[in-house]
């Protein structure tokens, strides 16, 4: 299971949130051997004055968070980290500079879905890569 949050500045968020979130789908995908239908986003489009950076950075600036259950390895999630750096550059034209990557992992036990502690699903795929 993954959960991601885009956060940029909407001004250049926006126009590019479906391109972006396959570009980072088809990453979870390759890296993670996510299955393809599972693809859960969320973007938070900001004002400038609500979404502050550091300076190096442009409003292009990108943050990404990636939450999904513990159990990967880092080689795995360095694959994913690197994938999308290298894919959001070449199909979106934002530097790595200004993408933030950010990977919470938590026990399964600790996620709901579809009524039960994700623990006590069974998935199609797995999460020990």
Known sequence: MGQIK???VKDNLNPIKERLSDVIH???VDALHFPSEKKFHRFFP???EDFYYASGRTEAY???EVS???GRKIEAKKQLINLLFERINRDLNITPQDIEITIFET????W???G???????LNYKVDI
């Open 112 to 114: 709901g879905i579809r």
């Open 116 to 122: 039960l502690p994700a623990d006590e699903l069974t």
């Open 107 to 110: 026990p399964k036990h600790n």
């Open 26 to 28: 088809t990453c979870m």
């Open 6 to 8: 885009i956060y940029g």
């Open 46 to 48: 900001m004002d400038k």
């Open 68 to 70: 999904m259950f513990e």
């Open 62 to 64: 990108t943050v990404i």
